[in-house]
């Protein structure tokens, strides 16, 4: 049967009826891959899994989100949605808003959004307002502004949102035949975190998995209001999807780490961009900084043997690395060859860099 999104995959556990009218794109059904060269070099024998939620439609998990909390402001009349935005949640929203035929606003922090985020949600012609404040700012003007203005909020306040990430798991538990040992993922607002436990305790109470994971949550060392236990005012890390110092699923969250036996850390900025490179390069899969947190924190955890050898571990890569191309190129210090466009200038290039 032709794959249709998650919506309809999983409506039986999902809050939509028969005259539900669906606004999908086909978000979900991401690849689960295997790490194969990463683990070697770690020397350590773990099975470590990518979920690879840059595969959405728009390029990060907050589509399966966006495509149940737009479909449910669509169920109820909604002509517009909302949302605050590191950039993806805006870029989804966006491109919801237009399948759906609804007018988006988005509100970004000036200057702190990735370059490729920043098309989409002009492209998809959201209504953009930037504002000289942080994500932290934008979160408390759109619920402040949802009380004066005909809008519906599609951040992941917006119970929906969750309701549609939870997903997520299911395909985890689907592909592996149970759960993992450990799921971990790169943390802001911690609604992923939380719609992830909710999606495995689910499939664990229905008995379609035998275990549920242990959560563990990957901040930037700049913007890790868990790992400091108190809010963060001035959150600030190249991870700019993560960049939030006010989460706003705090108490789901601290739920998450105490039924999962989990943990929160974080990470330097350092060590997420070079977790991004070592993704590149090891294994060809590209992420944006924020999402290889999670890998980065894994790594971590696993040399220090806090993820036990022998473990099954799912590591969420959040956004794909396109969002972000300026930070990329950054990275990347090995210098373009210039030619001439003649056979023995290129032969040498080849035969000078074997
Ligand atoms: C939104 C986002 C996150 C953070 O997810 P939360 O649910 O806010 O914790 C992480 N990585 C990327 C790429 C994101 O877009």
Redesign the pocket.
Known sequence: MRYTGLINHYRDRLPVDDSTKLISLGEGNTPLIQLENIPALLNKNVDIYIKY??LNPTG???DRGMTMAVTKAVESGSKAIICAS????SAAAAAYAARAGIKAFVLIPEGKIALGKLAQAMIHGAVIIQIKGNFDDGMRLVKEVADHAPVSIVN?INPFRLQG?KTAAFEIVEELGDAPDYHC???????????HWMGYKEYFDDRKAGKKPKMV?YQAAGAAPFVKGAMVDNPDTV?T??R?GH???WDL?HKVETESNGWFDSLTDEEILSAQKLLTEQEGIF??P??A?SLAGAMRDINNGKIAEGSTIVC????HGL?DPDTAISQCTDEMININPVMDEVRDAILNNM
């Open positions: 939620e840059g990060s998990f907050k590191t950039g993806n949640t992941s990430q993922l790169p943390v802001g607002n911690a609604g992923n975190i939380s719609a949550g991870a999807a993560i939030i989460p706003q699923s969250a992420c944006e924020a999402s947190t969420t890569l959040t956004g969002k």
